[in-house]
């Protein structure tokens, strides 16, 4: 059974968004402090879930700290649900990590549907495991990128499309899979957002940029040499 931690300190709310999802077959674990928000997801406290809901608002420590304690661990889906509405929280939570960002008041059945389809998109996984072809070594848990055994720091979006072309060694994999896969179903932007993330990506990479190949009318494959 899918499992969700919630990090909302408001229990109304808890209880409503518990009821729901439990009567959709999906398990539910509630935390109402930022504190034992931070203690939870610490190093291994993900494991057993599949995804996160989390507010801002919390006393002790807000959800963005919780959010930015997440993902020094962990690739997990986070969904914001809070009331702050302003576009600047809005793109700072996109910025340090969320997958969503749901404003209150909300219908239970929207969210129960965006869980659904991130869950599913990840895999139902929290926790990664360590991805190599040729000199790229990519820890998915830890959210480290390794060439030839050095460090490269990756921002989110060039590390997610790495992963997911790793994932699909010696596949092509054409930029409407990359905009869904790593920009979301929700993102309507043009395409050409993928060529300049496979360029940042490139030059991160070094010389193992080399390794991930484009072909004309087609898409991106990633390759061993």
């Known amino acids: 059974m899918k499992k969700i931690l ?8 808890c209880e409503v968004i518990e009821k729901y999802f439990s009567n959709k077959g999906t398990g539910i674990f509630s935390v109402h402090n930022g504190a034992e928000a931070l203690k939870v997801t610490g190093s291994t406290g993900l494991e057993n879930y599949s995804l996160v809901l ?8 807000d959800g963005f700290t919780i959010c930015r304690n997440i993902r020094r661990n962990s690739n997990i889906p986070v969904i914001f649900i809070t009331a702050r509405a302003r576009e600047d929280d809005i793109i700072h939570g996109y910025e340090i990590g ?8 909300f219908l239970l059945s929207v969210l129960y549907a965006k869980c659904e389809a991130l869950i599913k998109r990840s895999g139902g996984r929290s926790m990664g495991t360590v991805l190599e072809c040729g000199n790229i070594k990519l820890d998915t848990r830890r ?8 460090e490269v720091y ?3 979006k060039e590390f997610e499309i ?16 990359l905009l869904d896969r790593v920009w979301g ?15 940042k990506l490139r ?23």
């Open 162 to 177: 790495l992963k997911y072309l790793m994932e699909h060694q010696n596949c092509v994999i054409d930029r409407n899979t």
């Open 185 to 199: 179903i929700d993102y309507f932007g043009s395409d050409r957002a993928v060529d300049n993330h496979i360029r």
């Open 54 to 61: 989390l507010d801002i608002m919390l006393p002790q420590a």
């Open 154 to 156: 990756l921002p989110r």
């Open 143 to 150: 959210l480290v990128c390794c060439v030839s055994d050095t």
């Open 203 to 225: 030059k991160a990479l070094g010389t193992a940029g080399g390794q991930i190949k484009t072909l004309i009318g087609r898409g991106y494959r990633l390759t061993e040499r």
């Open 6 to 13: 919630l990090i909302e300190d408001d229990l109304q709310i």
């Open 98 to 105: 969320c997958d969503d960002y749901i404003i209150k008041p």
